[in-house]
């Protein structure tokens, strides 16, 4: 079974403050998603990467940005919190050999910005 | 920025009733169109795909409609059952391997 981890379940943070999220996959896919999930607004695609240390932004990439240094991990990193980044994180990954593939997808960070 | 449109936003369907949700899409040069199925505290699922070359496919209870013409596909729960409770997400697929989600509809089905 693909498995995908996100490195915490809840975070509270502090405005301003760096925030990092990880995300690790097991199944040596090359494509890996970040995604926000907010009530009403579904899922909203921040950042994708489809190779190692390559990175392309998604639809609100603003505020935010990404590291993919190895294959199996990718992480988005907050530089500077802010209350409307307050939402539930969803991380994803795909095998990455063609268009019509399943993402799969970890149990998410709900962050709280206070 | 394309968009999916899905409805209802949610859902109340009776234990034994059809649960039927719908999405609209506007970009005819995409050729796949998911469900994803998410409970609570759990990441999205792939529930069923289809490629629009299929009007219909079919998986145990759950049947997706595909209407090219109309540029519209809907998800459809035979006798929907308690345990089908969830939020359900159409999508399809953009040309980097990333997916376009709709906002979501929240099914309840009470027993």
């Known amino acids: 079974d693909v498995k995908v981890t996100q490195s915490s379940r809840y975070l509270v943070k502090r405005t301003g403050e760096k925030v990092f999220l990880e995300c690790v996959q097991d199944m040596d896919h090359e494509n890996m998603f970040w995604y926000r999930q907010d009530p009403g607004l579904g899922l909203r695609l921040i950042y994708f990467s489809y190779d190692v240390k390559m990175k392309e932004k998604g639809d609100i990439p603003e505020g935010y940005s990404v590291s993919r240094e190895k294959k199996e991990r990718f992480s988005l990193i907050l530089e500077s919190a802010s209350t409307n980044q307050t939402s539930m994180y969803l991380c994803?990954?795909?095998?990455?050999?063609?268009?019509?593939?399943?993402?799969?997808f970890g149990p998410g960070t709900r962050l709280l910005v206070l | 920025q394309q968009q999916v449109k899905q409805s209802p936003q949610s859902l109340i369907v009776q234990k034994g009733g059809i649960s039927i949700i719908n999405c609209a899409y506007e970009?005819?040069?995409?050729?796949?169109f998911p469900w994803y199925q998410q409970f609570p505290g759990k990441g999205p699922a792939l529930l069923i795909a289809?490629?629009?070359?299929?009007s219909e496919k079919k998986e145990g209870r759950f049947t997706i409609s595909f209407n090219k013409s109309a540029k519209q596909f809907s998800l459809h729960i035979m006798d929907s059952q308690p345990g089908d409770s969830a939020t359900y997400f159409c999508a399809w697929g953009g040309s980097q391997g990333n997916l376009i989600f709709g906002k979501g509809t929240k099914l309840s089905v009470k027993p």
């Open positions: 994803a990954s795909s095998l990455g050999q063609g268009k019509r593939e399943t993402q799969y």
């Open positions: 289809i490629r629009p070359d299929v």
């Open positions: 970009n005819t040069a995409f050729d796949y």
